[in-house]
């Protein structure tokens, strides 16, 4: 967590360290039950930009390169595990949840003396690897960091108490200061850095004499002083930054401040952003120069955006590359696709995976692709549905035409030669070949071999019955 109110081990591959170097071990707490967010969710698992809170904790971790990565659980474990369960890390149970110090006691007979230990939260999915460093840094090599912040509204947190020479003398909790105490506007993040066998040694004399019967780690703080070693606070400059999610307010606040980072980067790296409160980045999202991103557009995992590229209103986007010069119209969802260049897209168009798109190429409004490679100047501009195709070049894909590539168990393709002209509302029954330069007439259901260059009409003779009548309704 950041501002706080007041086993068994998976084997993991160490990295080693660099000759000299002092070895991280990052603890994160992660064992809350999380009652204010009202949910069967265990709280580290909420999602926060598409992730869970404990996935950005993780990442935002494994940057500073630690030699071990320790994950304190308790209240929905197992679902925790379980979400997590190829993850490089070290799961230690907290069985009973007496505090944020008996948390860490847990941990206590994995440390080695060696090491540093950086306590992060599982429900702090803002910090950022710069403030750490930073934190990490003020530390230096035998020394105790403690990362605090000015809060607006510190009712609630535990206050850092420093002496008149400035040097912090300890922390109490909220609920056990005085008057005088709860005055004070720097407050404990929960976000603390020292040396491991310091750490072990203090944890021992931590006691549960306080009003809400816990082992508090904060309590570290005034042991480190008593013991005259020396606290570097290092006080946050982003107050969001260093907030927990305890509840679904704060959780919709990180998301606004998730969403206010991302969409601020993208406008640092050349892009053009119609309202930056309105785009979702829910992975990564790199940006050439002169891109143009309208409102209410999603991205998802990894996409990157070419020079010039235009994303229209309401679009998802997720793992796809759309190179320099492509105009994605509005209502259009591209999913694991990779989009070449000067291509018009939409609106109201689906991209699907496995879909490769030369340059040039239109997929228009009601427009399907799956799994299907389309070359340069390809147009299908009008309801349309393309699977499991290999599409030549300069093909011109009248309205209505279906590529039927199911026939309950297989999948099966349907290639199309350079220069063909399908007509619309024809049916390429797959496996089935038309070959360069033919011509598809309209209505036309075509499940043999199209020859090059010649008219292919598939079509069933029109046949009137004379006196039919419409079934008619009883009672009408």
Not at 42 to 48: E, G, R, T, W
Not at 295 to 307: A, P, R
Not at 398 to 424: H, L, P, Q, R, W
Request: aromatic share 4%; with cysteine; proline share 5%.
């Amino acid at each position: 967590m950041a501002l706080k109110k007041s086993s068994r081990k998976l084997k993991t591959r160490p990295r080693v360290a660099a000759p000299g170097a002092q070895p991280l071990a990052v603890i994160i707490l992660a064992a809350g039950a999380g009652k204010r967010m009202k949910s069967a969710l265990p709280k580290v698992l909420q999602p926060l930009a598409g992730r869970p809170l404990l996935q950005h904790v993780l990442d935002t971790a494994r940057t500073l390169s630690p030699a071990a990565i320790h994950v304190v659980y308790g209240h929905g474990g197992e679902a925790v595990r379980a979400a997590f369960a190829h993850a490089p890390v070290s799961w230690v149970r907290q069985a009973q949840q007496l505090g944020t110090g008996h948390a860490v006691m847990q941990v206590a007979p994995l440390l080695s003396a060696a090491e540093r230990v950086l306590i992060l939260y599982g429900d702090s999915p803002l910090l950022t690897t710069r403030t750490l460093q930073d934190l990490l840094q003020a530390a230096g090599r035998d020394g105790v960091g403690l990362l605090t912040v000015n809060a607006r509204d510190p009712s609630g947190y535990g206050r850092v108490l420093r002496n008149a020479r400035g040097r912090v003398q300890g922390i109490v909790e909220d609920q056990d200061a005085t008057a005088k105490q709860r005055r004070v506007h720097e407050c404990n993040t929960g976000v603390l850095t020292l040396p491991a066998a310091m750490l072990t040694r203090w944890l021992t004399r931590l006691n549960n004499r306080n009003s809400q019967r816990e082992y508090y780690l904060t309590d570290v703080i005034g042991l480190a002083v008593r013991d005259r070693v020396v606290v570097q606070p290092l006080i946050a400059a982003d107050e969001q930054e260093v907030q927990g999610v305890n509840d679904r307010v704060q959780l919709a606040a990180a998301e606004g401040a998730w969403r206010a980072r991302q969409s601020r980067q993208l406008m640092l790296d050349g892009a053009t952003l119609i309202d930056p409160a309105r785009v979702d980045v829910r992975g990564t999202v790199t940006v050439a120069q002169d891109v143009l991103i309208d409102v209410n557009v999603v991205f998802e995992g990894q996409v990157s955006l070419g020079d010039g590229v235009k994303i229209g209103p309401n679009c998802f986007i997720r793992d796809a590359q759309i190179a320099a010069g492509t105009e994605v119209f509005a209502n259009t969802i591209i999913d694991r696709a990779v989009v070449g260049p000067d291509c018009r897209i939409g609106p109201f168009a689906r991209v699907r995976p496995e879909t490769v798109l030369a340059d040039h190429v239109h997929i228009g409004n009601f427009v399907e692709v799956k799994k299907a490679r389309i070359g340069s100047r390809t147009k299908a501009n009008h309801l349309t549905y393309l699977g499991d195709a290999d599409i030549g070049a300069d093909v011109n894909v009248g309205a209505g035409t279906v590529t039927c590539n199911y026939d309950g168990v297989n999948k099966s393709v349907t290639t199309i030669e350079d220069d063909v002209f399908i007509g619309s509302g024809s049916m390429l029954v797959a496996p089935v070949h038309i070959g360069a330069g033919a011509n598809i007439g309209a209505g036309s259901t075509i499940s043999r071999a199209a020859p090059a260059g010649q008219l292919t009409v598939a079509r069933v003779r029109p046949v009137t019955v004379p006196g039919w009548k419409r079934p008619v309704k009883r009672g009408t």
